[in-house]
Nanobody, 119 residues
Framework: QVQLVESGGDLVQPGGSLRLSCVSS????????MGWYRQVPGKQRELVAL???????EYADFVKGRFTTSRDNAKNTIFLQMNNLRSEDTAVYYC?????????????WGRGTQVTVAS
């Protein structure tokens, strides 16, 4: 089992910045990719960014140039630096981790952290 805990969500004005963190614990050795998703009420959860164990990253088009994900392997933590925030970035942001242990794959989710962009 893997436990994920997000933090850093807040109310911020348009154009502002936030940094989200996600700390993983438990059986983290099998994790091969982690990521960030977001969801607003009434809509499907959507991918924001992914980061592999080697540090390779992928981003949704709507955050390219504004968001950056990174990781600190020593602290089992990934980050999402969000700059130039827009009102449409308002959502609950979830951390996820994909794990493969002895051929068994699992997907884990955190409980989410609320990001609200408003003046």
């Amino acid at each position: 089992q893997v436990q994920l805990v997000e933090s850093g969500g807040d109310l911020v004005q348009p154009g502002g910045s936030l940094r989200l963190s996600c700390v993983s614990s438990g059986s983290v050795g099998g994790i091969y990719v982690m990521g960030w998703y977001r969801q607003v009420p009434g809509k499907q959860r959507e991918l924001v960014a992914l980061i592999g164990t080697g540090g390779n990253t992928e981003y949704a088009d709507f955050v390219k140039g504004r968001f950056t994900t990174s990781r600190d392997n020593a602290k089992n933590t990934i980050f999402l630096q969000m700059n130039n925030l827009r009102s449409e970035d308002t959502a609950v942001y979830y951390c996820c981790a994909a794990s493969n242990v002895a051929g068994t794959g699992n997907l884990y989710w955190g409980r989410g952290t609320q990001v609200t962009v408003a003046s």
